[in-house]
Nanobody
Framework: QVQLVESGGGSVQPGGSLRLSCAAS????????MAWYRQAPGKERELVAV???????NYVDSVKGRFTISRDNAKNAVYLQMNNLKPEDTAVYYC???????????????WGQGTQVTVSS
């Protein structure tokens, strides 16, 4: 059973930094795209940042220059470094990975349990 386990959320003042981590565990054959999404109260879940196996990345405009996504393929992990945090970054953050459980199956979508990030003075 593949699982994504997140850590690193919390409360921080505006201008502060947090680093989110997410590690995939269980039997898996291959991991393709990894990403971070977030969902604020009353809003739809939005894609924050994505990183492909080769390392190419994309970000939503609102976090460009402040957030950095990275991955460690040896550890099956993805990270989100968040700097200069703003109150509008407050949300539950979810990691995502497209994982091929074995060499005979197609890729499936896997989600972490979510971690709360609160930015407030």
């Amino acid at each position: 059973q593949v699982q994504l386990v997140e850590s690193g959320g919390g409360s921080v003042q505006p201008g502060g930094s947090l680093r989110l981590s997410c590690a995939a565990s269980g039997r898996m054959f291959s991991i393709n795209t990894m990403a971070w999404y977030r969902q604020a109260p009353g809003k739809e879940r939005e894609l924050v940042a994505v990183i492909r196996p080769g390392g190419s990345t994309n970000y939503v405009d609102s976090v460009k220059g402040r957030f950095t996504i990275s991955r460690d393929n040896a550890k099956n992990a993805v990270y989100l470094q968040m700097n200069n945090l703003k109150p509008e970054d407050t949300a539950v953050y979810y990691c995502y990975a497209a994982i091929q459980p074995n060499g005979y199956s197609s890729y499936s979508n896997y989600w972490g349990q979510g971690t709360q990030v609160t930015v407030s003075s």
